[in-house]
């Protein structure tokens, strides 16, 4: 680049990374809601699944996070995994086993077969996640990536906002239908994009930067120029190093703490708003979209105030008081529907923005394989949350007959985890 003007550099820098943008994030968004929608559609089975076999909120609740359990175990081994072989043939891998587990969904007929199932689904699905986030650190630095995360995580919402009504409409339309359920019809029709996604990443997705054919030699030189001067700045750590990291496990607790947040909504939204009065699936569905599209907008603007003001620290801990001070709101108006969706928009915006901006804080001060291993052991040890979260949450309202208690034990978790990210320190995280 010697001899080009300043401006001009930052704008073919720019052109770029607009460019590697628009190639992988789709490919990676359409994964990701696969994914997402795959993991808690069981919230929607829940309407009509525990009547037709007869379960407790207790059994859902349990076979629900039990999906954690499997996640856990594999997770590690699978983002390792994942750093050898290269994302294209193991995210691939991951998506077309999902998607084949979760259809198998329609033959469970007991509470053992439930917990069963999720647990092969944990299994299948384990490093799809953290695989992803160390595969954008192959791409882009880290002041690029709290925007880029951020639109790779709407996923979240934009699955809500699109297989809520889904999920809504094909169980209030389609019971009884060659024989099958409504809940049935919708595990094996929301189970053929994960296959789908799983053939598209073999076909399109490139592992790392020197992969892209659709790159010139100037474009790959400056990517990986930007790559290797941000890698000599970090910390590497052999396995051992990374296992017994002080401040790794405070991210881990972190992420347990807001994971349990996100789960307690995720599978017990339709319920919740089901305890307000409506009854129909289909508004019910209709209803889900409303907070995940408000939190889709937020989680952009927060990935893209954190990039433009290089700070992360407050941009987490400012949407998880947000959520908590949503998830008690929930309680007070849960018996108005207006209100209540109000109060679950907010907490439902809170939860979700501050996912994408948490994993901007690791991956800022790891490189290498111990990105690997740091960013699997967070996510798998955060991700027990989602096992003990639904289970709870089930637990409390077989015990008090409703939701309130478990609203209030979230919303105490959010406030725990903006607490101990405001303890990191600014130098760690703020690069």
Not at 16 to 41: E, K
Not at 159 to 167: D, F, Q, R, Y
Request: hydrophobic letters at 55%; charged letters at 10%.
């Amino acid at each position: 680049m010697n001899g080009v003007n300043k401006d001009d550099a930052l704008t073919f820098e720019d052109a770029t990374y607009a460019r590697v943008t628009w190639r992988i994030l789709p490919i990676l968004l359409l994964c990701y809601m696969a994914s997402y929608l795959d993991r808690v559609n069981v919230g929607f089975a829940k309407l009509q699944m525990l009547t037709d076999l007869n379960f407790s909120d207790t059994v859902y609740g349990l076979g629900a996070g039990i999906f954690f359990v499997g996640y856990f175990l594999f997770e590690i081994p699978s983002n390792i995994i994942l750093h050898k072989v290269g994302a294209r043939i193991w995210i691939a891998r991951i998506m077309i086993t999902w998607g084949l587990v979760s259809a198998a969904m329609i033959f469970v007929t007991s509470p053992f077969q439930f917990y069963l199932m999720r647990f092969l689904l944990g299994v299948a699905e384990a490093g799809f996640f953290p695989g992803v986030i160390l595969y954008l650190t192959y791409w882009y630095p880290s002041r690029r990536r709290g925007k880029i995360t951020a639109g790779f995580m709407t996923a979240v919402a934009m699955s809500g906002v699109i297989g809520g009504p889904l999920s809504g409409w094909i169980m209030h339309n389609m019971p009884g239908v060659y024989g099958l359920a409504g809940w049935q019809w919708m595990f094996l029709i929301e189970a053929i994009p994960s296959v789908l996604a799983g053939i598209v990443v073999f076909l399109l997705l490139q592992d790392r930067i020197s992969d892209a054919t659709w790159l010139n030699t100037a474009e790959k030189s400056l990517l990986l120029e930007q790559i290797r001067r941000e890698e000599l700045a970090k910390q590497t750590f052999n396995f051992v190093q990374v296992m017994t990291h002080a401040r790794l496990w405070q991210m881990a607790l972190i992420y347990f703490s807001f994971v349990m947040g996100l789960y307690g909504v995720s599978f017990w939204l339709p319920t919740i708003i089901k305890s307000t009065g409506v009854v129909d699936t289909f508004t019910i569905g209709l209803l889900t979209a409303i907070p995940y599209a408000v939190a889709g907008i937020g989680m952009v603007l927060a990935g893209r105030s954190a990039d433009l003001h290089k700070e992360r620290r407050w941009h987490v801990i400012v949407p998880a008081i947000l959520g908590c001070t949503g998830l008690l709101l929930t309680t007070l108006y849960g018996s108005n529907t207006m209100l209540a969706m109000v109060s679950l928009t907010i907490a439902t915006l809170g939860i979700l923005t501050t996912f994408p901006l948490f994993w901007s804080l690791p991956t800022a001060f790891l490189g290498g394989s111990a990105a690997a291993a740091g960013i699997a052991l967070i996510n798998s040890l955060g991700n027990l949350a989602g096992f003990v979260s639904p289970y709870l949450v089930g637990w409390l309202k077989d015990l008090t007959h409703s939701t309130d208690a478990g609203m209030v034990m979230m919303a105490a978790s959010m406030l725990a985890g903006a607490f101990l990210t405001w303890l990191l320190p600014n130098s760690m995280v703020n690069k």
